[in-house]
């Protein structure tokens, strides 16, 4: 009796459902097929699991493959990370695969066995400049700029204490320093064009809250978001229902209203008025200033250059994003084709400053898709001094490339606002995951150096990679992004510091508070 009466429930409710679709002219395909039509629309709304785990193969899949993604979590869980049976890159076809050639002799190389992998940078940050508080990073692969507020508080809380873990520094993102970020690790505070967590009502710039925020928090840098490789030349839309109570106490923006980040900054109008500003920073708060870009018109940087050539002003560190897309939500035109690629674009912002004999003046950050060796070991070869992570971190922590970042319904809890999805993110296991990230891949960047023949990943030169057209022709890296002689290298008292840096080890790393 009672399974007959669920089975003309269920007919019911079929009949209903058919009629319902039957009348409808919303979608022609449920109003010719109705009930079955629905198949479609479920099949669709699971395509990307479908794709991910039965239909793509290991190397196939985008933005990251099935192989770059096991590579991550296996680091981040300490488990062997090694793969057996040789490559499955199409070696005899691919385009544009980067090899990295071996030595077989080396001068002296550093202990390769140390578990924390300390690998400082070749370069002291604001050292050129005569910053009050210029330092050597201690790492030199760092957690990218993702706001509180794009990421959970449980993702951030968890990234900052593998940060600290690793002796890695988190930059902020640009959506203001929260308590999330109070974690032990090392800060590089992000300045927006909304100023936020540092602006007035009218949403202007206001130095004494930026001053009150550096000396309140662990502050190593401060770095002006020009623009980011997801979204370049665009502002940004907060809706008003992700505003919450706590968002906007940290922001300084009102509760559960629209927040629009604008396009173009207004504390500065051109390159001449943008390094006073940042000289105001540096000079105020003592912290090396940097910026951050995509790379489009090259104009900018060619005026920047020409500017800073003169001695007098100048930026401490250029962060160059890829256009590749990162964790930004944006229109799939912007993700797709505006602003250039990583190696393009910073191919192209370094051998502008190289031009003027400067490259030792300033640090290079590369971002965009470089938490993998092989990208990083290229972007260290076209002369970056550092790496920034942000997907890649993402993953160590969970991140399973489900691409709802911006639906608000991240289903690992790490994109997201939800409560109850955020709930799925432990903070203290996900900070040792973060952790070993970050370790292991200063170990394959150490390895990859040795192999190489040199003892660090900055003494990697763009003569040493290979970029590949299948198996019939082959160009260093430097012919096919136009370096001339010594273009990606460190200067000889850089090149012979950092070795002997790493040849007697570098000062032990503080404890982490966590």
């Known amino acids: 009796m009672r399974a007959r009466k669920i089975g003309a429930a269920a007919a019911t409710a079929v009949a209903l459902l058919a009629a319902r679709d039957l009348v409808q002219k919303r979608h022609a395909l449920l109003r010719n097929f109705p009930v079955v039509g629905h198949a479609r629309y479920l099949l669709e709304t699971i395509g990307p699991e479908l794709r991910q785990y039965i239909v793509t193969s290991n190397e196939e899949e985008r933005p990251f493959s099935r192989d770059q993604r096991t590579w991550i979590y296996a680091s981040a869980k300490e488990e062997n990370n090694y793969s057996g049976f040789g490559t499955e890159v199409d070696v005899e076809h691919v385009q544009g695969h980067a090899y990295l050639k071996q030595r077989t002799f080396a001068g002296p190389l550093p202990d390769l066995h140390d578990p924390q992998a300390p690998l400082p940078s070749a370069k002291v940050l604001g050292g050129p400049r005569g910053r009050a508080k210029a330092f050597r990073p201690a790492s030199v692969v760092n957690v990218s700029a993702m706001s509180f507020g794009s990421l959970s508080g449980a993702a951030i809380t968890a990234l900052n204490k593998g940060a600290a873990l690793a002796g890695a520094m988190h930059n902020t993102g640009e959506g203001g320093l929260s308590p999330h970020h109070r974690n032990g690790g090392d800060l590089v505070l992000q300045l927006g064009t909304a100023y936020f967590g540092c602006r007035n009502e009218d949403g202007s710039f206001n130095l004494d809250k930026l001053k009150d925020v550096v000396a309140g928090a662990p502050v190593k840098a401060i770095e002006i978001k020009l623009s980011q490789g997801a979204k370049p030349g665009l502002g940004g839309m907060l809706p008003g229902a992700k505003v919450t109570p706590e968002i906007a106490g940290i922001r300084g923006i009102p509760v559960g209203e629209d927040c629009a980040s604008p396009s173009r900054h207004s504390a500065f109008v051109d390159v001449d008025s943008m390094l006073d500003f940042v000289e105001l920073l540096a000079t105020e708060t003592g912290v090396p200033v940097g910026i951050k870009s995509a790379v489009g018109d090259l104009g900018f940087w060619q005026e920047l250059a020409a500017l800073m050539a003169r001695g007098d002003r100048g930026v401490d560190f250029v962060?160059?994003?890829?256009?590749?897309?990162?964790?930004?939500?944006?229109?799939?035109?912007?993700?797709?084709?505006?602003?250039?690629?990583?190696?393009?674009?910073?191919?192209?912002?370094?051998?502008?400053?190289?031009?003027?004999?400067?490259?030792?003046?300033?640090?290079?950050?590369?971002?965009?898709?470089?938490?993998?060796?092989?990208?990083?070991?290229?972007?260290?070869?076209?002369?970056?001094?550092?790496?920034?992570?942000?997907?890649?971190?993402?993953?160590?922590?969970?991140?399973?490339?489900?691409?709802?970042?911006?639906?608000?319904?991240?289903?690992?809890?790490?994109?997201?606002?939800?409560?109850?999805?955020?709930?799925?993110?432990?903070?203290?296991?996900?900070?040792?995951?973060?952790?070993?990230?970050?370790?292991?891949?200063?170990?394959?960047l150490l390895k990859v150096s040795a192999a190489v023949g040199v003892a660090h990943p900055g003494l990697i030169t763009a003569d040493d990679v290979e970029i590949l057209n299948g198996d019939y022709e082959a160009r260093t890296l430097a012919g096919v992004y136009g370096y001339k002689d010594g273009w990606g290298e460190l200067g000889p008292h850089l090149a012979d510091g950092i070795t002997a840096l790493l040849a007697t080890g570098p000062t032990p790393l503080p404890e982490p508070t966590v």
């Open 319 to 444: 962060t160059v994003d890829g256009g590749e897309g990162g964790t930004g939500a944006a229109p799939r035109m912007f993700a797709d084709s505006v602003s250039l690629p990583f190696r393009m674009g910073f191919s192209r912002v370094y051998g502008t400053f190289a031009e003027l004999g400067l490259t030792d003046d300033l640090t290079f950050i590369g971002s965009g898709k470089l938490g993998l060796p092989e990208n990083a070991a290229v972007a260290f070869a076209l002369g970056a001094d550092m790496i920034n992570v942000a997907r890649e971190a993402m993953l160590s922590i969970g991140c399973i490339q489900a691409q709802k970042c911006h639906t608000d319904k991240c289903p690992t809890g790490i994109a997201t606002q939800n409560p109850w999805l955020a709930r799925g993110v432990d903070p203290a296991s996900k900070a040792d995951r973060a952790a070993s990230y970050l370790r292991t891949l200063r170990k394959e």
